[in-house]
């Protein structure tokens, strides 16, 4: 069903996945924005915002972007340029942290936004995913902080099958080379008491005339979903694995994850001496779920299936090839969050201070610890960065966990290399995560089912990234919706800097006429964001914007 006013799918209709492309917004009536007066371009003066630049810095360097606080230069002026009111907006997020910070951007815009509680008189809603009225943002009244569809990103599972279909079709993006190789596991038929299975000799399959159908138990179930992932396990061992198959064969057939076998083959897979890809252990991760749960480490099958059996209600996983030898800050693994701001239909931004999340334990050396075994509580505290993990540690303290991707720079100068070179590393790390991540979008073009840029919206993720001893960077995982406080109160004001810069081109820009497109002009200047990709998707008629007209 089409809407009549704007000519977009209805909510029921565009929830049962059948992409068409008739994403653009023809308005019935006004625009809820009010065209800016002409005086409206001497408002916001200050500039890029980045964080921890001083080479010589060490960790807890960092401070407050400029114009993050109340009274910085280019602030509290930011829409002094208005005559009229342009919209209103409800904000429904329920963190505090966050909530907290989007209200203080709000009070910079008075004049030009007016803040309400009542969701059916807002032109845009800031608020949590479930929080939207998704119908308003389908019939072009509502405008939100969030796209309805993106569980190709979210879910693990998604992530790696749409990357390996875009890699597969563009030899030569960064995206070949930038995620672990991965076996998607799927284990919901193992849930299907209509299922009857066909056993015999070495083959495990859905019914079929030559065998013997007959109801079998939950384990056995559960091992026949996770025949692929025994054989892959096996097959590959501690030598480098087989590049050309993919051991579709030991698992049947079948519809179950065993049996999809969706290998993503990207990464480092040579036998050089200090490569990263040297095959040994093995990480399992639900699909669906963050911040560290369930995840599972192992260099054997048994490990692995123990974890996939402890946890049933967990239908999804990803069995990924453990990076050995990551980049070590004070011999501390460490991930990278980058926040990702995408706009409509779509531009894509990347702020331009990044995380640095370490480990609460020392990374162990080589050859030692691990074994066959799942994370004991020391050895996640050695491997898991993820900062809803390393508060679990008594001794947890902000400033030895949370950094900013410049104090790398210090570090590496305490590692011996020079203050030149040093920079030259991290400025090639965020060269690198700006690349992939423009591929990483790109790679879900078109793909509306599981992925639409809706006009009219935007939405933030954060996007994990690891570092290895090469300085080669891997795509880990994409987080709508990112949780914030996380970042903890030291560093708040580089969340504080990323709302005020995300409202600077989502709410400020979205009144100027013809609105600034470039991340290296005035918006980009003034937001601490850089524009990564500006492209016009399909089915879209206009510039890709917040605008709905």
């Keep these: 069903m089409i809407h009549a006013a704007t000519g977009w799918p209805t909510l029921d209709h565009r929830l049962r996945f059948e992409p068409t492309p008739c994403f653009s917004i023809i308005s019935s009536g006004a625009s809820p924005f009010q065209a800016p007066s002409s005086s409206s371009s001497s408002r916001g003066g200050g500039g890029g915002r980045n964080v921890g630049n001083n080479s010589s810095s060490g960790h807890g360097s960092a401070t407050a972007p400029a114009g993050t606080q109340a009274g910085a230069a280019g602030l509290g002026q930011g829409c002094t340029g208005y005559d009229d009111e342009i919209g209103v907006i409800c904000v429904d997020v329920v963190c505090p942290y966050t909530r907290a910070l989007v209200m203080e951007g709000l009070k910079r815009r008075r004049g030009a936004w007016r803040v309400t509680k009542d969701t059916a008189e807002a032109t845009l809603h800031w608020g949590d995913y479930e929080m939207i009225d998704w119908e308003r943002v389908v019939s072009g009244e509502l405008r939100a902080s969030s796209y309805c569809v993106r569980k ?30 991965t076996l998607v596991i799927d284990t919901w038929e193992a849930f299907d008491d209509d299922m009857t299975f066909n056993l015999g000799g070495d083959i495990a399959a859905f019914g079929s005339d030559l065998g013997v159908r007959q109801s079998v138990s939950l384990e056995t179930r559960l091992d026949w979903c996770l025949g692929d992932a025994q054989e892959w396990i096996e097959r590959d061992g501690k030598e480098e694995a087989d590049e050309e198959g993919g051991g579709g064969g030991g698992g049947g ?62 239908r999804e996983w990803v069995l990924q090839e453990y990076v050995e030898r990551p980049l070590l800050a004070e011999g501390r693994k460490f991930h ?214």
């Design 253 to 314: 057939g079948g519809g179950g994850g065993g049996g999809e076998e969706d290998v993503h083959r990207t990464g480092t897979t040579e036998g050089d001496e200090g490569k990263v890809a040297t095959r040994g252990r093995w990480i399992l991760k639900p699909s669906t779920l963050n911040k560290g749960a369930g995840l599972a480490l192992g260099e054997d099958f048994e490990t692995l299936r123990r974890a996939i059996h402890d946890s049933p209600d967990i």
């Design 336 to 549: 990278l969050r980058a926040y990702a701001l995408a706009v409509g239909c779509i531009q894509v931004y990347v702020y331009d201070t990044v995380l640095l999340l370490r480990a609460a334990k020392r990374y162990p050396a080589a050859g030692s610890g691990g074994g066959g075994d799942a994370f004991g509580d020391e050895d996640a505290l050695a491997h898991i960065t993820n900062t809803a993990r390393q508060s679990e540690d008594a001794a947890f303290r902000e400033e030895d966990y949370v950094w900013v991707l410049d104090d790398l720079i210090g570090e590496l100068e305490r590692q011996g290399r020079s203050p030149e070179d040093a920079r030259a590393k991290v400025d090639g790390i965020m060269a690198d995560m700006r690349s992939l991540t423009t591929e990483l979008f790109r790679a879900f073009r078109g793909e509306f089912a599981v992925f639409s840029p809706l006009p009219g919206c935007f939405e933030h993720f954060g996007l994990d990234f690891l570092v290895d001893e090469d300085f080669h960077v891997w795509l880990l995982e994409a987080n709508p919706g990112p949780d914030f406080k996380q970042t903890g109160s030291r560093l708040k004001p580089v969340i504080g800097g990323l709302i005020e810069g995300s409202m600077r081109l989502c709410l400020d820009d979205v009144a100027r006429t013809g609105g600034d497109k470039s991340g290296g002009g005035p918006a980009g200047a003034r937001s601490g964001f850089s524009l990564v990709l500006d492209e016009q998707w399909r089915g879209t008629s206009s510039a890709p914007s917040m605008k709905m007209v």
């Design 152 to 181: 190709g990103l979210s879910r693990k599972a998604q992530l790696s099958r749409y990357c390996n279909k875009y890699a597969s079709k563009r030899p030569g993006t960064p995206l070949e080379t930038a995620m672990p190789r």
